[in-house]
């Protein structure tokens, strides 16, 4: 350290902010003002009296050795330098002590830094409190870590603000299993809908299906019951995010027959929770068309198409080699079904035309993932 003398004041400040010892003149050498402490440390919570006689080494090798990153910032120079960091922090940020030194923390801070967050810190530092923010760090090779930085005033003698303690916590971690559980929460909920919805369509198939005996009746609601099943397959192989429309149709209807079936359209993903209601009302066509229609007569053909129409679909089923039914099957749970499934389920609309030689139908569907209210037990 240089010695000078000096009687100007702003040359005594700008020679003691380069760390110059000061002499006035006629005066004995002082003490530059940096090298005395103004500030007394908090007293520990718990000390004996050997505790307290070595309190403050204590507390350095305690700053030092503590896995918690720690670090203090100058308050009384521009822009809150860093003027001491311990080992935990070094190894947390990935910095060395040079590049650190004299630096704001904010070079911890990155692209995907909240703004919000900053303006936290800002705010908390402003008004001189205590506080704590959690923040999206980087560290010097470029990986991000959640920060739980907490920060704490410390002031001197006369309680003037002189330098600023922050102690970081990597939270990323936690975090993760935070979005891990949330994520698993969310899917405990959406089973339990759509639990709820098939358990709803089990509940109309039992309670509307109508058949003139009690084994007919009991093959019925199986066969619509295993529909569901088919779909609930299709779904999971999905990872119960989608479907494909073909697939959807293809299944339904491939167990009442290939022959003379066409199926054809351009690949449409249907959402999950709209397959379970198209797939069961693909079942309902397919069953009708193996009892009264194309599929219950060699010669009988099918040809399903679909094109898209804004966020929805336009899907034509057309029988032909299949005489009309001598009259309209009406009202029974199939037509029901239709009815509550396509359009007050999936608010989309039903045209049939019963022709000469068998049945026309047009489904529109605006859109694919309008699920609205749950399939009614009294359609
Ligand atoms: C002692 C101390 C430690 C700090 N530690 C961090 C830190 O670990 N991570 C961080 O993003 N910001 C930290 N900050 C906040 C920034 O240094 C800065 O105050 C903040 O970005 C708001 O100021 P600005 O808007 O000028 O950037 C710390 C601040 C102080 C005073």
Redesign the pocket.
Known sequence: MQVIVSKERETVELLRSLDVLICRKNERCRVPEADKSDIHGDQPAAASKQGKADHKELATFAFQRTRM?M???D?RQP??P?VLANDA?LNL?GYSADELLGK??????GEE?SRT???E??AI?AQEREGT?E???YRKDGTAFW?Q?H?SPIRDDEGQLA????S?IDVTAYRKVQTLEEAERRLLLEVDHRTKNVLAIVDSIVRLSRSDSAAAYAASVQQRVQALSRTHMLLADNGWQQAYLHDIVRLQVAVFGEDGVKIEGSEVAVPAQSVQPLGLAIHELAANAAVHGALSRPGGRLHIGWQRQGDGIVLEWAESGASPPKTEPRGGFGNVLLGAVLERQLGGSVTREWREDGLRLRIELPSLDRVGAKLRSNP
């Open positions: 990153p670090v203090v910032s308050a822009d809150y860093i922090f940020t704001n923390c904010r070079m911890l801070q830094t967050a900053v303006a810190i800002r530092i923010v923040i999206l760090n920060n930085l920060l330098y600023y303690f922050a970081q």
